[in-house]
């Protein structure tokens, strides 16, 4: 019998927001694929309005790269689309994520909310806190 070993995907909650009052807080949970660096997922974008809460979901897809490089070891570079695939509707476009080491539990991340208007939302520097939901022995 051979010992064969098979790549488990590397699967993580990452929560993006500035934590201050009204700001809004990116929810993603995303499956990275350890042998291409291929990465899937869904994202939730939750602000607190007058009234309640402002909420829309999007659909990510894209890669992961280790760098190597000074204080940013592993960026995440991602694409999205609205959840449900509405025309006009409003989703994250573009997501960045940079984490400070290899499969790390903080960074940051920079977004585009495309929002059906001449002019997207863009979002920079926001920070990331990573739960990794499953460690390989």
Do not use: C, R
């Not at 500035?18 to 042998?35: M, R």
């Not at 570079?77 to 509405?86: F, N, R, T, V």
């Not at 400070?100 to 059906?116: L, P």
């Amino acid at each position: 019998m051979s010992s064969t070993s098979i790549p488990m995907p590397k699967n993580g909650v990452f929560t993006i927001t500035t934590g201050a009052p009204g700001a809004p807080t990116v929810t993603a949970l995303l499956s990275t694929d350890t042998t291409d660096g291929a990465v899937t997922g869904t994202a939730t974008s939750t602000q607190v309005v007058s009234g309640g809460a402002a909420t829309f979901k999007s659909s990510l897809h894209g890669v992961e790269h280790a760098t190597g490089l000074g204080g940013v070891a592993q960026v995440f570079s991602l694409q999205g689309a609205a959840l449900p695939p509405l025309m006009g509707a409003k989703h994250i476009s573009t997501m960045a994520i940079s984490l400070s080491a290899v499969w790390g539990t903080e960074g940051t991340a920079s977004y585009t909310v495309y929002n059906d208007t001449p002019t997207p939302v863009v979002m920079k520097n926001v920070p990331v806190k990573v739960q990794w939901l499953l460690t390989e022995k």
